[in-house]
């Protein structure tokens, strides 16, 4: 899968992302995604979620899928990821419907807080870099009208996955640990 500019943005974001289909296969992530899992991306891209999620946590994921089936997006979701070498860790999702240019749900742009990390001085960068991402993005979306359908659903799933993530206070989500 060609990335686009936008996708570009992400591919060594301080914040966890992975991009799944509309059934939870896993297209493509970011190099933190794969570090924090213990995976090359590779071994990731092509693996349903729930193989890094440990199965007393099953239903959590199940919640977070309906919820996203239900409304196209979910934010504040607490779940517990599984790393490969099998510890856990306790993580936020956030995440955002893409669509076809029918309006057909493509799938999901998904970032990931580690709960373990939210102190302050993590959060200040994530807001750096979701400040920077914005300006990064406007820059792009000024060709929008050239991008091909792909790159359109592409920019406008990122687009309204940064202002998601724009308008989140992140020293709240401290208090979600």
Known sequence: MQQTEA????????VMWRRIN????????????????GYGKSEIIGKVIFEHVPKES?????????????TGEVSHRKITLR???????????HAVSLYDENNNLLGSNT??????????????????????AEI?????????????ENAKSEYDGLKKMFDL???TNLNELK???
């Open 7 to 14: 996708r570009k943005i992400l591919k060594d974001a301080p």
């Open 22 to 37: 509309s059934i939870g296969v896993i297209l493509d992530c970011n190099s933190t995604y794969a570090a924090k899992l």
């Open 58 to 70: 099953w239903s959590e994921m199940n919640e977070s899928l309906q919820r996203w089936f239900e």
């Open 83 to 93: 790393k490969q070498d099998g510890d856990t860790f306790p993580v936020l999702l």
């Open 111 to 132: 970032v990931i807080f580690d709960l373990t990390e939210l102190e302050d001085d993590k959060i200040r960068e994530y807001e750096e870099f979701f400040k920077n």
């Open 136 to 148: 990064r993005l406007d820059e792009i979306g000024k060709d929008y009208e050239q991008f091909d």
């Open 165 to 167: 993530l724009s308008s």
């Open 175 to 177: 208090n979600l640990r």
